[in-house]
Each structure stands twice: as C-alpha cells, then as structure tokens.
C-alpha cells in the first residue's frame, strides 16, 4: 500500500532551522505530487508546500514564502522540507500528503503520512 513516514520533528528555538523528510513506498513519486501540510490546535489543517511530478512546479503559503523550502529525490522516493528562520506560529503537527497534483493543491490527497511534531518556543 502507498505509505508515507515523516521525520526531523523536534523542539528548536526560534530563528532556527529543521529539516523535515517524507520517505514514500507503494508508489513512485515519478508520477505523482507530493507536499507538506500543517496543524496547530485549535486551528484547521492548512497546505504549506507542494511540488508536481511533471514539470516541477512547487507552491508556498503566503506565511512560509521566503523560509522553507521543499525539494524531492525521485530516485530515494523522498521529499524534503528545509525550514528556516523558524518562529513560534510555526509550531504544528507536519503532515506528508501525496496524490496527483491537481487533488494535492486543492487541498484534497489522498494519501497522508501520520505527522511530525514541530515545536518552535525559546
């Protein structure tokens, strides 16, 4: 089955740095997007970065611009989300989510990995 598994949560102080990783099996990211969401308590799960299997395209949050970065390893079926100048609104639970890429930025996938847990706080 299409299984994804989240790493590189962690607690990190504000202005700092973490990079998170999405390992894929089941499938091949050759042909299918893949991206980040993110939610905090309280609040409602919200897209912070995906990019195409085709052309490569990527979007960005308007919050996140400027900061992270995603990137993909195809051949490691791996997806990459470098986060940087980190600040406390950031703090979320980080969800891996994959699909074709007209259902991943329209919000719905269909198929998420179970989160990793970011905590951004001196």
């Known amino acids: 089955q299409v299984q994804l598994v989240e790493s590189g949560g962690g607690l990190v102080q504000p202005g700092g740095s973490l990079r998170l990783s999405c390992a894929a099996s089941?499938?091949?990211?050759?042909?299918?997007?893949i991206g980040w969401f993110r939610q905090a308590p309280g609040k409602e799960r919200e897209g912070v970065s995906c990019?195409?299997?085709?052309?490569?395209?990527?979007y960005y949050a308007d919050s996140v611009k400027g900061r992270f970065t995603i990137s993909r390893d195809n051949a490691k079926n791996t997806v990459y989300l470098q986060m940087n100048s980190l600040k406390p609104e950031d703090t979320a639970v980080y969800y891996c989510?994959?699909?074709?890429?007209?259902?991943?930025?329209?919000?719905?996938?269909?198929?998420w990995g179970k989160g990793t847990l970011v905590t951004v706080s001196s």
């Open positions: 990019i195409s299997s085709s052309d490569g395209s990527t």
């Open positions: 989510a994959t699909d074709y890429f007209e259902s991943l930025v329209a919000g719905a996938p269909n198929y």
């Open positions: 089941g499938f091949t990211l050759d042909y299918y997007a």
